[in-house]
């Protein structure tokens, strides 16, 4: 799209000759002979550059530029003759860009409409840059570690691109966070971004759920309502968890992809949506694919753009960064203040390897801040981290020490690591029993329970499947 450029000048020969200036280049030009005429094309109209004559019939240029607004003035060059420099240095402080003195030629009005604007389109630029990534942010991403600065990389790449891009990464690694930073840092971002965890709704619901559906199309579906599809048009679908889809379904997804079309539950209309796809998976796509579990072809046509997100433990200096920022925003939450972490507090977050990644380490901080109310953060307050095969320090818990000899101690704790043959039950018991507890916990919401006991919510309802089949034959009561 051209350039519009506002000529302010009284003196009709030069106004038209100014624009005959910029014939050659394409710019659009429009031009107003008074001050007056000036403010009422601006209060309509907003051009990328403002050419602007110090001297006017009915006012000074200076109360032009006086009248500008200050966040989201276009850039003004001003006109000047020899006597009124010293006013035109006076308008550079005002904000104007540059000034001309006058007559000129065509080739220095040019050079100087074109550095202007330069300017102009840079200012936006560091701008953009500022709001995507400052102080080890990028858009709601946090980090500065290498193996983040590669993702920002490809996301900034590519962001304005209609290729789908397919994140992958251990749980609570950010991946919807991932797909909001590429909507963000698309010429989607000011269009809907519609997330949708295919893990988190049951099967038979989910096609309703990403196509809409119309009235009557199956038993209660007592209005006609918009699916995930309909709302995403013009900006971009995050389908979450996407491996977890079943397969007929997958099938459906295929031809929305490569068509751009779908039809609702129970209707024979087809609908035309223009769509971005991000998709996300804590798994391997391609062992899917293998396993059966994952058409190939919609793999081929979704795996485009490829996004690993590295888990806490290799990011180095960043767990401070995201603990530090989370400390904040949870404090303001619950009313508290944070000031900062004490060294002993940052030493042991770097130490911890976090197999629950950011998840894990965002529930671990509300806790500090609910149980403790000071402002400076130190290790004694954090609770106990729980012991991993990947942890550098195990966690022990704290048994009541009274009256406790070191000898007696020793002696107790050794006895507590083992156990009487009477008191081991059989492993899936023991399984059974922790996942219930945990859905309990979550408020019986199972796609919750699976992300902090970090598996599929797939595999916690087969196993429920199957200790329901187990009640059938009298195996359990």
């Not at 991403?141 to 790449?157: D, E, F, R, W």
Request: charged share 20%; net charge negative.
């Amino acid at each position: 799209m051209p350039n519009k450029i506002l000529i302010v000048e009284d003196t009709e020969s030069l106004a038209l000759l100014y624009q005959s200036y910029l014939i050659p280049t394409g710019m659009h030009s429009d031009v107003a002979y008074t001050g007056q005429e000036a403010l009422d094309y601006l209060a309509s109209n907003k051009p990328d550059l403002i050419m602007l004559d110090v001297m006017l019939p009915d006012m000074s240029g200076m109360d032009i530029l006086a009248q500008l607004p200050v966040n989201d003035r276009p850039k003004v060059v001003v006109l000047t003759a020899h006597a009124s420099k010293e006013i035109a240095v006076d308008a550079i402080r005002y904000g104007a860009a540059d000034f001309i003195e006058k007559p000129v030629d065509a080739e220095r009005f040019r050079i100087t409409v074109n550095n202007a604007l330069k300017l102009n389109s840079l200012s936006e630029t560091v701008e953009k840059y500022q709001s995507r990534f400052e102080n080890g942010r990028f858009c709601e991403l946090i980090g500065s570690s290498a193996p983040m600065q590669s993702v920002y990389q490809i996301i900034s790449n590519a962001a304005n691109s209609k290729a789908t891009v397919f994140i992958t990464g251990e749980s609570g690694t950010g991946k919807e966070l991932c797909a909001r930073a590429v909507h963000q840092c698309s010429e989607r971002s000011k269009k809907p971004f519609i997330a949708i965890n295919c893990a988190a709704i049951p099967k038979d619901l989910i096609e309703s759920e990403i196509f809409g559906h119309v009235k009557g199309a199956f038993t209660g579906a007592t209005n006609s309502r918009e699916g995930a599809a309909g709302m995403a048009d013009g900006g971009t679908l995050f389908l979450d968890e996407l491996c977890e889809m079943d397969l007929n379904l997958q099938s459906k997804l295929l031809r929305f992809i490569q068509t751009g079309c779908f039809q609702k539950v129970g209707s024979e209309q087809q609908q035309q949506v223009d769509v971005r796809f991000v998709c996300a998976t804590n798994r391997d796509p391609w062992l899917e694919v293998q396993a059966g579990r994952f058409r190939e072809d919609l793999y081929y046509r979704l795996y485009v753009i490829p996004v690993q997100l590295p888990p806490l433990r290799q990011r180095g200096t960043d767990v401070i960064q995201i603990a530090e920022a989370l400390f904040s925003r949870i404090a303001k939450e619950e009313g508290q203040t944070f000031e900062g972490l004490s060294d002993d507090a940052k030493q042991h977050l770097m130490a911890y390897s976090w197999p629950g990644n950011v998840r894990q380490l965002e529930n671990m901080i509300r806790n500090t801040v609910v149980l403790n109310s000071q402002p400076w953060i130190e290790k004694r307050m954090f609770p106990p981290f729980p012991q991993s095969s990947m942890s550098t320090e195990p966690v022990v818990a704290v048994q009541p020490m009274a009256n406790m000899t070191p000898q007696s101690t020793a002696a107790s704790i050794e006895t507590t690591n083992l156990l009487r043959s009477s008191d081991i039950e059989p492993l899936w018991i023991v399984e059974k029993r922790y996942i219930e507890k945990a859905i309990a916990s979550c408020n019986d919401n199972v796609p919750k329970a699976a992300a902090l006991l970090d598996i599929s919510p797939s595999t916690i309802y087969r196993k429920m499947k199957t200790w329901e089949q187990m009640e059938e034959q009298g195996v359990i009561s």
